[in-house]
């Protein structure tokens, strides 16, 4: 296991709200609930992964993109049945980049001469968006935080 430098300036507080019991958005299941768990799972992309690992490795990227994609399908469902406006920008969604970061990594995405040495991800941004890895990373990131931002104003916990 590789470990990394972390920022050790950062310190996360948290509150067991003891599942429904003490939900800060209702006491029964609900879509607000919903809601809460997609924030925590941005939080934990933004916070935890982001800012507490020091270095720029492609995993931050992966993490980040991953729930990116999936955000880009939920959020209009979630809209057309609730009446709510959350929303992202899909310039990044792409189901082969998301294949390439869940399963089938470099060697599958990229052919030997698309490859970018001295790149995070070897060129997979580039190929994909055409954009660096640090600009395709901080624009998800980017995406990732507005959404936070939506739903932490809508469930009223700012």
């Known amino acids: 296991i590789e470990a990394y430098e972390i920022n050790a300036n950062l310190h996360f507080h948290y509150r067991d709200y003891g599942g429904f019991v003490k939900s800060p958005v209702g006491n029964k299941f609900s879509y607000r609930f919903?809601?809460?768990?997609?924030?925590?799972?941005?939080?934990?992309?933004?916070y935890a992964v982001d800012q507490y690992i020091v270095p720029e490795i492609p995993t931050k990227l992966r993490f980040a993109y991953i729930l990116?994609?999936?955000l880009c399908d939920?959020?209009?469902k979630i809209n057309s049945k609730h009446g709510t406006?959350?929303?992202?920008?899909?310039n990044f969604y792409s189901q082969e980049f998301r294949n390439a970061m869940a399963h089938y990594k470099v060697g599958v995405y990229l052919k030997a001469?698309?490859?970018v040495s001295g790149d995070p991800m070897y060129g997979m941004t580039q190929k994909a968006?055409?954009?660096?890895?640090?600009?395709t990373k901080q624009e998800i990131v980017r995406e990732l935080r507005v959404l936070s931002d939506q739903l932490?104003?809508?469930l009223k916990l700012n």
């Open 129 to 135: 968006f055409d954009m660096d890895f640090f600009q």
């Open 152 to 154: 932490q104003s809508f």
């Open 74 to 76: 939920m959020l209009p």
């Open 113 to 115: 001469h698309e490859i």
């Open 85 to 90: 406006s959350f929303s992202l920008n899909r």
């Open 34 to 46: 919903v809601l809460f768990s997609i924030l925590c799972q941005l939080n934990f992309i933004l």
């Open 68 to 70: 990116y994609y999936y």
